[in-house]
């Protein structure tokens, strides 16, 4: 059974920097989509980085409004998923959250990892989230 649980959402001033991460179980890191997406407030949740285990870095996503400023990477041996987020600006503040999907689910349900988007299946897994806010 996957099960996923973030850290590290905090309250920061624009400009600075914050690194969340997600622990995983039950994941295998050969041949799942890992996920961050983000929803503020009175908004739909947006997917923001992914990450295609096994695949190598051109499987790496990242939305146009964190692109260059946020960075997803995993660690096997931790089995964590970060994402490094630098030069915070108010927009960012939000629920972060972290998922995970099998490769197989979107093969069959149409899902997609990277490189131009990301999108998981009904059958996806997902943490409680951790929450980020920016102040100007």
């Known amino acids: 059974q996957v099960q996923l649980t973030e850290s590290g959402g905090d309250s920061v001033q624009a400009g600075g920097s914050l690194r969340l991460s997600c622990a995983a179980s039950g994941v295998t890191y050969t041949s799942f989509c890992l996920a961050w997406f983000r929803q503020a407030p009175g908004k739909e949740r947006e997917g923001i980085a992914s990450i295609l285990t096994g695949s190598g870095s051109n499987s790496i996503y990242y939305s146009d409004s964190v692109k260059g400023r946020f960075t997803i990477s995993q660690d096997n041996a931790k089995k964590t998923l970060d994402l490094q987020m630098n030069t915070l600006k108010p927009e960012d503040t939000a629920m972060y959250y972290c998922?995970?999907?099998?490769?197989?689910?979107?093969?069959?349900?149409?899902?997609?990892?990277?490189?131009?988007?990301?999108?998981?299946?009904?059958?996806?897994?997902w943490g409680q989230g951790t929450q980020v806010t920016v102040s100007s």
């Open positions: 998922a995970a999907d099998t490769l197989g689910n979107l093969l069959v349900y149409g899902g997609t990892c990277g490189p131009a988007g990301v999108k998981l299946s009904d059958s996806s897994y």
